[in-house]
C-alpha cells in the first residue's frame, strides 16, 4: 500500500516537473534578460535621488527607454535618411576595420530573423555522407556562382541547446526542401529532436 502511494506521489512529482520547470525555466529568463537590459539602461539612477540621497531606480525606465530609442530610430531612418546618407553610412561603417565585421555581421545575423529578407525561412534536409546521416538545417544562399560554386548552395545548421551552429556548403543535389515550417524546424533541431512535430 505504502509503496504505491509513494509510486503514485513520484508520479504526480514528475507529472509536475514537466508541467512546471519549462514554464518557469522560460519566465526566468524573459525576467533575467529584461531585469539585465532594465538594469543597465536605467538613467534615472544617475540623476534621481531618494529623501536620503540615495539613487534613485525606477523599474521599467531602461527598457522603455530603449523602446522609445528603437521606435524612434526607426521612425527617422525611414522617413528622414535617403538613400545617399544610408550609403554614405555604410561607406564610413565599412571603413573601420573591426567595427565593421562586428557590424556586418551582427546586421546580417539580426536581419536574418526579423528583417524583410529573412534568411532562416527554409528548412532542408541534408544528406551528408554515403550512410544515408542526414541533418536539419536552412537554406541561406542558393546561388555560389560568384565564388566560383555555382552547383551549391550554404546551409546553416543550428546547434542543439545553443545559439551557435554551423555553416557549410554542400551541393544543391544533397539538399532536400522540408515539408514543415521554419519555427518547427528550428524548434526541432534547438530542442534535439524533442520538440517541432506535433
Not at 536605467?42 to 534613485?56: A, I, K, V, Y
Not at 524583410?116 to 534536409?125: G, S
Request: include cysteine; aromatic fraction near 10%.
Amino acid at each position: 500500500m505504502i509503496k504505491k502511494v509513494s509510486q503514485k506521489l513520484l508520479y504526480y512529482l514528475i507529472k509536475g516537473a514537466l508541467v512546471v520547470v519549462p514554464v518557469a525555466g522560460a519566465v526566468f529568463l524573459i525576467i533575467w534578460a529584461v531585469a539585465a537590459v532594465d538594469n543597465a539602461l536605467n538613467l534615472t539612477s544617475h540623476f534621481l535621488q531618494d529623501e536620503e540621497g540615495h539613487p534613485l531606480y525606477i523599474p521599467g525606465i531602461g527598457i522603455l527607454t530603449v523602446l522609445c530609442m528603437l521606435i524612434l530610430v526607426g521612425l527617422i531612418f525611414t522617413n528622414l535618411v535617403t538613400e545617399p546618407i544610408r550609403a554614405w553610412l555604410k561607406r564610413s561603417i565599412n571603413k573601420i576595420p573591426l567595427f565593421n565585421t562586428l557590424y556586418s555581421s551582427i546586421k546580417d545575423f539580426t536581419e536574418a530573423f526579423v528583417g524583410d529578407a529573412k534568411k532562416f525561412n527554409e528548412p532542408v534536409l541534408v544528406l551528408v555522407n554515403e550512410t544515408g546521416l542526414k541533418k536539419i538545417g536552412f537554406l541561406t544562399q542558393r546561388d555560389l556562382g560568384k565564388i566560383g560554386l555555382p552547383d551549391e548552395v550554404i546551409v546553416y545548421f543550428p546547434y542543439s541547446y545553443s545559439v551557435a551552429g554551423q555553416v557549410v556548403v554542400v551541393k544543391s543535389t544533397q539538399v532536400q526542401k522540408l515539408n514543415m515550417t521554419a519555427t518547427d524546424a528550428m524548434k526541432l533541431v534547438v530542442s534535439g529532436g524533442v520538440s517541432g512535430i506535433e
